[in-house]
């Protein structure tokens, strides 16, 4: 099954994202390659696993379990929208403002941890985002990164971290089905 290792947002934040998502929607001209993401099933990513043997999900929760026993509870400011992608974005997201710190330590030390099961190491250093579309024309991309820095001054909200959860990703044609499979709390 396919796996990866995340922390949730709160509602303030998903309908700040929604609202943004408008107002660039709004600002496009050509909308088809873009593919927006659904603020409901917003998480930030601290680790993509892929495939995981049913063999080994036990071990991957454990790891998991000992980076949350690790850390303490803390927040994270949400804010700054940007682009990867050069003049033609591929891809929108919100960051990481005061927090992403202790966020990067948390997901360096599942990278850490979980290698010891097998897992490579990331290549590119932690940057916590939110994902709110990726884009396939280049069009629009174009569009989208100059509207998104339109936003760099956007501020969602501050979510608390308190726990780190362990997810499963089913892909169908109406966009991923994530299902929590193991959740743990940061220390308090």
């Keep these: 099954m396919r796996v990866f290792i995340a922390t949730d947002i709160n509602d303030e934040v998903r309908r700040a994202i929604g609202n943004l998502q408008n107002k660039l929607r709004g600002e496009l001209a050509f909308d088809k390659g873009v593919k927006w993401v659904n603020p409901e099933i917003m998480h930030l990513t601290l680790k993509f696993l892929g495939e995981v043997k049913d063999n080994i999900l036990n071990d991957v929760c454990k790891k998991t379990e000992q980076v949350a026993m690790k850390h303490s509870v803390f927040n994270l400011d949400i804010e700054k929208a940007g682009h990867f992608g050069g003049r033609s974005a591929r891809v929108i997201w919100v960051g990481t403002g005061g927090g992403?710190?202790?966020?990067?330590?948390?997901?360096?030390?599942?990278?850490?941890?979980?290698?010891?099961?097998?897992?490579?190491?990331?290549?590119?250093?932690?940057?916590?985002?939110?994902?709110?579309?990726?884009?396939?024309?280049?069009?629009?991309?174009?569009?989208?990164?100059?509207?998104?820095?339109?936003?760099?001054?956007?501020?969602?909200?501050?979510?608390?971290?308190?726990?780190?959860?362990?997810?499963?990703?089913?892909?169908?044609?109406?966009?991923?089905?994530?299902?929590?499979?193991?959740?743990?709390?940061?220390r308090r």
């Design 100 to 186: 992403s710190e202790q966020l990067a330590e948390i997901a360096n030390n599942l990278d850490e941890q979980l290698q010891t099961l097998g897992f490579a190491p990331e290549t590119r250093q932690f940057t916590g985002h939110l994902t709110l579309c990726r884009i396939k024309n280049v069009k629009a991309g174009a569009e989208l990164a100059k509207a998104a820095e339109k936003y760099s001054d956007f501020q969602a909200g501050t979510v608390a971290v308190d726990s780190i959860m362990v997810y499963q990703s089913q892909l169908n044609s109406d966009g991923p089905i994530y299902t929590p499979l193991a959740g743990y709390n940061l």
